[in-house]
């Protein structure tokens, strides 16, 4: 059965992998680690990089429904290159953000950074998103010191469609034939995703109705793997991928908001 993560379940997800990623940053044997998943980065960018973006976030959520555009948390501590100082700079960040968080609430209207996706602009829907960001950028952060650890199940599994909804669901057309792509997680929930002229949209697939159209193409693989492969952290062949997979090189190159 399918359950979308209650709004107390991703502040403690937010937590949990905000912890994970202190552990790994303290773990290094050097902050100018490179970090394999994002070749540009050393581990003290990435660091930067999670601890300004959920500081900007914050400031974002707490401008209220009314903000026209996402707000840039002002006179907000620089990222200190010091070991010792880095990790209580970003357990701060991670702070801001639950505050603003708990504050909103899960209903009120949020600046959110997304198009037409399936995803409300609700604060409830950034938390499910931070949830995302944070939990794949601490694999980065794992990936750099040698200890790569496979996403919590309970935030996998909310990450596949999850990123669907928001990521790939659009009212931009889809430049190609229409097709009909299913994602199937080894731990037992599905997803359809229809792309068309009219945008691609995405649907729970509980049990396929008699009569139903096949997929054009299928991955299958944990909700883990999906997630990694969605966010470019693991290679989509790495899936297990039946039916056209002309249809999955041309999602990754579809860049429907450029």
């Known amino acids: ?27 290094a044997s050097s902050l100018d680690a490179r970090v394999p998943t994002c070749p540009e980065w050393t581990l003290f960018d990435l660091a930067r990089h999670l601890g300004e973006g959920r500081r900007n976030w914050a400031a974002t959520v707490a401008a209220g429904p009314d903000a026209p555009a996402r707000t840039l948390a002002e006179g907000a501590p620089a990222a200190p290159r010091e070991r010792e100082a880095l990790p209580a700079w970003l357990a701060a960040s991670t702070q801001e953000l639950l505050d603003a968080l708990r504050n909103a609430g899960p209903d009120r209207g949020c600046w959110v950074g997304w198009g037409d996706s399936q995803s409300p602009r609700t604060c409830g829907a950034v938390a499910r998103h931070q949830v995302q960001e944070i939990a794949v950028h601490t694999y980065d952060a794992q990936v750099a010191v040698g200890a790569p650890q496979p996403l919590p199940e309970e935030a996998a599994l909310d990450g596949v469609e999850e990123f669907q909804f928001t990521c790939c669901a659009t009212t931009v057309a889809w430049p190609h034939e229409p097709a009909v792509v299913d994602y199937h ?74």
Not at 11 to 23: C, H
Request: zero cysteines.
């Open 1 to 27: 059965m399918h359950k979308t993560l209650e709004f107390p379940d991703l502040l403690r997800l937010i937590d949990e992998r905000s912890t994970a990623f202190r552990a790994a940053v303290a773990s």
């Open 185 to 258: 997680a080894t731990e037992g929930r599905s997803w359809r995703l229809r792309l068309s002229g009219d945008g691609a949209r995405i649907a729970r697939l509980v049990t396929p109705a008699a009569g139903e159209t096949p997929a054009d193409a299928s991955a299958r693989g944990t909700a883990n793997e999906l997630v990694l492969a969605f966010y470019g952290r693991i290679p989509v062949d790495s899936l297990k991928l039946d039916g056209d997979r002309r249809v999955f090189d041309r999602l990754v190159a579809w860049a429907p908001d450029a």
